[in-house]
């Protein structure tokens, strides 16, 4: 099983419609991250959280929400999707601050129309 | 000077050639550097850190520049499966790793 787990991993929605995508990890890091991806435009970060009910905005917050419930799971929110949200979305974990590797998720691919 | 940027590609190369990327960085308080390799509609996944003293890993080589503000990835005698995107990674302003900065990753397809 991944170390990292996302869902789901494709979804088709329309736009106006509320998403969630749910990301949950078995590596006991503390911190934990969502990220899109679109073509030409590489990873941008979009929350970040270091520990249970910490919650950190990153470079394009806008039209998201996240909650960290509990250590393992950090969950993205888009409260009213609209088309140019469609991206791949990651979410990644990392223990701690001084170390620069992230374990990511597979990806999880949103498409609104 | 954007925070990190990368040549985006493709780098073209046969079997067996040996090629290298750049990345550059603005920051210079950066400490610690890392490429990150991606396959086509996979998650990255760290390939190596970058160290003041270089790094090397069988096949493949990272080099730090500290004066220029460039951080370099060598791989020799390039195999298929080296085909992949590559993105170089830098702390943000303020030195913490909290929040790593991502390039926009230079992309390798080594032909047969």
């Known amino acids: 099983d991944a170390d990292v787990t996302q869902t789901p991993r494709n979804r088709i929605t329309k736009t106006g419609k509320r998403i969630m995508l749910e990301c949950s990890q078995t590596?006991?890091?503390?911190?934990m991250y969502w990220y899109r991806q679109d073509p030409g435009l590489g990873l941008r970060l979009i929350y970040y959280?270091?520990?249970?009910?910490?919650?950190n905005k990153g470079e394009i917050s806008d039209g998201y929400s996240v909650s960290r419930q509990a250590q393992a799971k950090f969950s993205l929110s888009l409260e009213s999707a609209i088309p140019n949200q469609t991206a791949l979305y990651f979410c990644?974990?990392?223990?701690?601050?001084?170390?620069?590797?992230?374990?990511f998720g597979e990806g999880s691919r949103l498409t609104v129309l | 000077r954007k925070e990190v940027e990368q040549d985006p590609g493709p780098f073209n190369v046969p079997e067996g050639a040996t090629v290298a990327f750049n990345c550059t960085y603005s920051?210079?308080?950066?400490?610690?550097f890392f490429w990150y390799r991606q396959d086509c509609r996979k998650e990255p996944k760290l390939l190596m850190s970058?160290?003041?003293s270089g790094n090397e890993d069988g096949r493949f080589t990272a080099q730090l520049n500290r004066a220029s503000q460039y951080i370099s990835l060598l791989i020799r005698d390039s195999k298929l499966s080296d085909s992949a995107t590559y993105l170089c990674?830098?702390?943000?302003?303020?030195?913490?790793?909290?929040?790593?900065?991502f390039g926009k990753g230079t992309k390798l397809s080594v032909k047969p």
């Open positions: 990644a974990t990392k223990r701690g601050q001084n170390t620069g590797e992230l374990f």
């Open positions: 590596k006991g890091h503390d911190r």
């Open positions: 959280s270091f520990d249970v009910k910490d919650i």
């Open positions: 920051n210079s308080a950066s400490q610690s």
């Open positions: 970058v160290y003041s």
């Open positions: 990674v830098v702390p943000p302003y303020g030195g913490s790793q909290g929040n790593l900065i």
